[in-house]
């Protein structure tokens, strides 16, 4: 055979909000997942794959640089990705992809390359620079609402208002299983689905391609068509992780206190007022059900693209990532979304398939994994030695079938909790916006929060309690475990601090070592 090997096809898959556990190949005792599943059957489920931060702008930064946010940057949905770092799309064109985006990436631009009345500065919901988009789909939705308007749907109530249930009356704090307007088949993730499959079937067999889908759902708003909404009794489900009371949980620590008293219901059911820890046990456990339906709304549109893939001829050259951004409390600690430092809000799936590596098929790693090691997955697979300045760590070996001689025994993730054009957290707390962060070290024993502004440290046995109810911080007989994982902490910061050109060094011989590439300003426009 002559001639170099083809590049194989890419289809990188992110689920907004969707928890780590929430999926039946990873041993969910009520969420079903079956088309997730045949994808795990095929490829490699990681049981231990934690988001780099939250929200959304944050955590995709992540995903997208390979960097963790310490050197990302992105602090907050609406933090400027500087224009100089690398991505996810940047990297797959400069390997003779187009890589084309179906959906959203949530990147504020970098606002030293654009004009002051760019319109783009107005919005953290740009597009990763790198990216061709094919079907761009913001949070208002108005490419699916109107698309649900040429389907002979009402969608004049617009965003958020078409998410509400039916015959709902205004200022119903009451939580039902009712519908939607639109049905399972005009779901923003099934309208996703369907532009990705129209575009597949205009690709070229003989050239490889690089798709982003990235579906909003399991995120908030939490509603689903039928069947979906009533597929999961209210009464089943594990038990929460929660103290007592939401006050108890509130006395716990001070941030917790703010982030309770900010969560409020109509962000995650339009027209509901009043907070979210007042909702009721039943509350919590009928919304938990829609959520878990929303997941299996996403499990049913990833097999219509399983399908289609199959259909097309290219599942046999096709790589699939299927992953998230972070997760969602879904009722744990009286709270919904994500944030903070609790494991509900960043434990993510991902399952990886390579058709070229099915030695591993089927099997699941029981390691740490983070999201900044996709890029350097994805272009270790696609023939790229993946960059030495960028924090994550290829997976390519566990896809073979082997385990890395050397690998993390911990999970880390950031949180910032700033509020540069209001200032809420800064006034609230009494400190600086530099100061409004948190950092996490999470072993497979114990877990470690460290906050910036005199806030007080956290300390978790895991293993004893996994609902992360009891504070060991000021135990005395847990004050060595404290001060070891804070110096790991502080060793781990030291020694993932921006390394783009740290890894260099000019001689009379010229450059020694790596620098990472300079962007140039007319690739990010």
């Given amino acids: 055979m002559t001639g170099k090997a083809r590049r194989p096809n890419v289809l990188l898959i992110t689920c907004d909000q969707w928890r780590g556990d929430c999926l039946s190949a990873a041993g969910h005792p009520v969420v079903k997942t079956p088309n997730a599943d045949a994808l795990a059957a095929e490829g490699v489920l990681f049981k231990r794959h934690y988001g780099g931060a939250a ?6 930064a992540c995903l997208y640089t390979g960097l963790y946010q310490m050197n990302n940057r992105v602090c907050r949905n609406g933090s400027p990705l500087d224009a100089r770092h690398g991505n996810i799309a940047l990297h797959a064109r400069a390997l003779g992809y187009d890589p084309t985006l179906f959906g959203y990436t949530d990147v504020a631009l970098d606002p030293r390359l654009l004009a002051p009345d760019d319109p783009r500065l107005k919005s953290y919901e740009g597009v990763l620079p790198g990216f061709t988009v094919r079907q761009q789909l913001p949070e208002h939705q108005k ?29 119903a704090d009451a939580v039902t299983e009712a519908p939607p307007i639109y049905s399972k088949d005009h779901t923003p993730t099934a309208f996703l689905a369907g532009e990705f499959i129209r575009w597949l079937g205009e690709q070229e067999q003989a050239t490889p391609w690089f798709a982003h889908l990235s579906f909003i759902s399991p995120h908030p708003p939490f509603i689903v068509p039928e069947p979906y909404n009533t597929l999961y009794d209210p009464a089943d489900g594990p038990t929460f992780h929660r103290a007592a009371s939401w006050r108890a949980e509130a ?7 703010y982030d309770l008293g900010r969560q409020r219901r109509a962000k995650f059911r339009p027209g509901a007022t009043g907070k979210v820890h007042d909702w009721s046990e039943d509350d919590f456990r ?22 289609a893939v199959k259909a097309s001829g290219a599942w046999g050259d096709t790589i699939i990532v299927l992953t998230s951004d972070h997760a969602e409390m879904m009722g744990d600690h009286f709270m919904l979304g994500k944030g903070g430092y609790f494991d509900g ?7 990886i398939r390579d058709p070229r590596h099915g030695k591993a098929a089927g099997s699941a790693v029981d390691r740490f994994t983070e999201a900044v090691d996709i890029l ?4 270790d697979l696609l023939g790229a030695a993946p960059e030495p300045h960028l924090d ?11 385990t890395p001689a050397v690998w993390r025994d911990a999970a880390h993730w950031e949180f910032d909790f700033r509020s540069i054009a209001d200032g809420d957290a800064e006034q609230h707390f009494g400190v600086s916006s530099r100061q409004c962060n948190l950092a996490v070290i999470r072993t497979k024993k114990f877990k470690y929060v460290h906050f910036g502004g005199g806030l007080p440290p956290l300390l978790f046995n895991m293993e004893a309690d996994p609902g992360e109810l009891t504070n060991l911080a000021t135990s005395p007989a847990h004050l060595s475990t404290r001060l070891e994982f804070a110096e790991r902490l502080l060793a781990w910061r030291a ?16 450059v020694a070592g790596h620098f990472g590439r300079a962007w140039a300003v007319g690739s990010r426009q």
């Fill in 55 to 60: 929200p959304c702008s944050p955590a995709r």
């Fill in 286 to 307: 009928t919304i938990r059900a829609i959520y878990y339906g929303m997941i299996s709304e996403v499990d049913a549109q990833l097999g219509r693209v399983w399908q």
């Fill in 376 to 379: 350097p997955t994805l272009a």
């Fill in 345 to 351: 809000g960043y434990h993510i799936p991902l399952i």
């Fill in 143 to 171: 490419q699916w609402l109107s698309w649900l308007a040429q389907q002979g749907i009402d969608a004049s109530a617009g965003f958020p208002g078409i998410h509400r249930p039916l015959d709902e009356e205004d200022g």
């Fill in 392 to 402: 994550g760590c290829s997976l390519k070996p566990f896809l073979s079938g082997g």
């Fill in 495 to 510: 020694e993932h601090l921006d390394q783009s050109l740290a890894l260099a060094e000019l001689t009379e011989n010229g």
């Fill in 251 to 257: 006395q716990s620590h001070p941030y917790l206190a």
